[in-house]
């Protein structure tokens, strides 16, 4: 049980085009999701959290018109980045975690953003 | 305020020896503590969490932590270090009383490396 499924796994794309990764938990209500960003050799870093129905919540420094959110149903969101720059390149993980309490989140498989 | 500090970057152990990989928080209340791994390219999965109960948490393969509230600690332990232990691991904490959005702190990540 609680599968997140996230998509594309990898993305290579030019600079300046819109990019959206998709973010399913398979088998769980998400109320929850969070966006991260992992550069090589680092941790995670929290991009935004969202929850389903509302405006996401962004970390300081975090660019919300250039990464948007969006978290239509308790099982869906997506990060969109638009207008790509090759400093966007990065491994994007989301995770979802349900509304009880004192539960983990689950993370999906990451995607890896190359842009040109 | 709540925070991780995983005071290793590398631990290496070498097959069919344990390992502990350390781990220390710091929050206001009670904590929710948690261990992930991540393999290459992947995202986090889920090893173990302690909410409350006993002080030895088991988890998946074989794995297990145990919290020690005088010292603040939640070290990941293993009887017997496989070479497929070999990956990224991650202890995370959240404050009991920090509200619906479930955020936790991730520490840096301690990357293992099981010796043949």
């Known amino acids: 049980g609680a599968v997140v499924s996230q998509h594309p796994s990898w993305v290579i794309c030019k600079s300046g085009t819109s990019v959206k990764i998709e973010c399913r938990s398979l088998d769980f209500q998400a109320t929850t999701m969070f966006w991260y960003r992992q550069f090589p050799k680092q941790s995670l870093m929290l991009m935004a959290t969202?929850?389903?129905?509302?405006?996401?919540?962004?970390e300081q420094g975090v660019e919300k018109d250039k990464f948007l959110i969006n978290h239509a149903s308790l099982t869906l969101s997506t990060l969109t980045v638009t207008s790509a720059h090759p400093e966007d390149s990065s491994f994007y993980i989301c995770s979802a975690s349900s509304d009880r309490d004192n539960q983990p989140q689950h993370f999906g498989d990451g995607t890896r953003l190359s842009i040109l | 305020a709540q925070s991780v500090a995983q005071p290793e970057d590398q631990v290496n152990v070498a097959e069919g020896n344990p390992l502990t990989v350390k781990c220390t928080y710091s929050v206001s209340g009670n904590p929710y503590l948690f261990w992930y791994v991540q393999y290459p390219n992947r995202g986090l999965q889920f090893l173990l969490k302690y909410i409350t109960g006993d002080n030895l948490v088991k988890g998946s393969y074989g794995f297990e932590a145990e919290f020690n509230k005088s010292q603040t600690s939640f070290h990941l332990k293993k009887p017997s270090a496989l070479v497929s232990d070999s990956a990224l691991y991650f202890c995370?904490?959240?404050?009991?009383?920090?509200?619906?959005?479930?955020?936790?702190?991730f520490g840096t990540g301690t990357k293992l490396q099981v010796i043949p």
């Open positions: 969202s929850n389903e129905g509302s405006k996401a919540t962004y």
């Open positions: 995370a904490v959240r404050d009991e009383g920090s509200g619906g959005y479930q955020k936790v702190t």
